[in-house]
């Protein structure tokens, strides 16, 4: 595997950690304050985790908080799931026997037209039974 396409994998899994801190941290926080809650303290507040993201996390911990829980263990689990199921094992094949990348052709009737699923019509019939079937 690339260097490159591990550095993403890593920074994507931390920008999703980051993310479930976020909503770990202001789910309750919404919960708390809902009566006096405004707009400019949700972003105080989002602002605050950002800035502060290791002593979010270790609140998060003390307070036991589910959801900081499952979304970690997910973001782990989906970053070795990245890591195990890499495309770049075997490389890039293409297909040579069906030429479907990049061999573009036009279908022949046989592959259209499959007997039991689709029938051919001329455009006049199409319009009759289009009439035929608004009842007029």
Not at 109 to 115: L, R, T
Request: aromatic share 8%.
């Amino acid at each position: 595997m690339k260097y490159v396409l591990k550095i993403f994998i890593v920074l994507t899994s931390l920008m999703l950690e980051l993310v479930i801190i976020q909503i770990s941290y202001l789910l309750p926080f919404m919960g708390e304050n809902k009566k006096d809650l405004s707009l400019d303290m949700l972003k105080n507040e989002a602002l605050n985790v950002l800035q502060h993201p290791i002593e979010t996390i270790s609140i998060l911990i003390s307070d036991n908080n589910p959801l900081f829980y499952i979304g970690t263990i997910g973001v782990i689990i989906y970053t070795i799931a990245v890591f195990v199921k890499n495309p770049d094992k075997k490389g890039w094949e293409a297909e040579t026997e069906n030429t479907t990348h990049g061999g573009a052709r036009y279908a022949r009737v046989n592959e259209i037209y499959v007997p039991n699923q689709l029938k051919g019509c001329t455009k006049k019939q199409l319009l009759e039974e289009f009439k035929k079937s608004l009842g007029g």
